[in-house]
């Protein structure tokens, strides 16, 4: 019997990230063919003329097409209601 090791995860679970084509917030994360995968949910718009049918945008991204939106004077991670997002990379 061998053990196996897996490497740390970068993010967690409710931490707000940026990618390609916009931000959103961490929801689960699995490691899959030998990376980890991050399920991420971009924040809702608003309300089109004709309501809403189903749920916001959701997508499964590697670890390495995402950054950590974090404060580059405490290293802090930011809320959603704060206006001034700083990216670091």
Known sequence: MSASILP??????GQIV????GEGIIKKYRFKSGSWEYLVE???GPE???????YETMIWLSEVDISSLVNNYS???????????????
Do not use: D, H
Request: charged share 25%.
């Open 75 to 89: 290293e802090k991670v930011l809320t959603w209601k704060q206006k001034n997002y700083a990216k670091a990379c």
């Open 8 to 13: 740390v995860p970068k993010f967690y679970n």
């Open 48 to 54: 089109p003329e004709m309501g809403r049918f189903g």
């Open 18 to 21: 940026s990618f390609i084509g």
């Open 42 to 44: 971009m924040p809702m």
